[in-house]
């Protein structure tokens, strides 16, 4: 993959106010998009950039940053594979 999903929490709803859970059951790669005490965390080093987390993002700005890898430095810069499943 080519890209690394992050949280944004300045915009993410559990983060700031009411609950929220839009993007809970989406993501394809297990255990790299988790639930703690009620709010989101992405795992880079399980996550592969494909955004479907973004895309179900009801927030307005999203609460879910994509960006490229090729911009990351060290051990975030190494190659990574979606490995998708039917959702």
């Not at 996550?47 to 479907?52: E, H, L, R, S």
Request: proline letters at 7%.
């Amino acid at each position: 993959a080519e890209a690394l999903a992050g949280i944004n929490t300045a915009t993410s709803l559990p983060y700031i106010g009411p609950e929220c859970g839009a993007c809970a059951s989406c993501c394809p790669v297990s255990e790299a998009l988790t639930w703690d005490r009620g709010k989101p965390r992405i795992d880079p080093g399980r996550c592969c950039g494909c955004a479907i987390c973004r895309e179900q993002c009801i927030a307005d700005p999203k609460a879910i940053d994509v960006r490229s890898i090729h911009q990351q430095t060290g051990s975030m810069a190494r190659d990574r594979s979606c490995n998708l499943h039917e959702v």
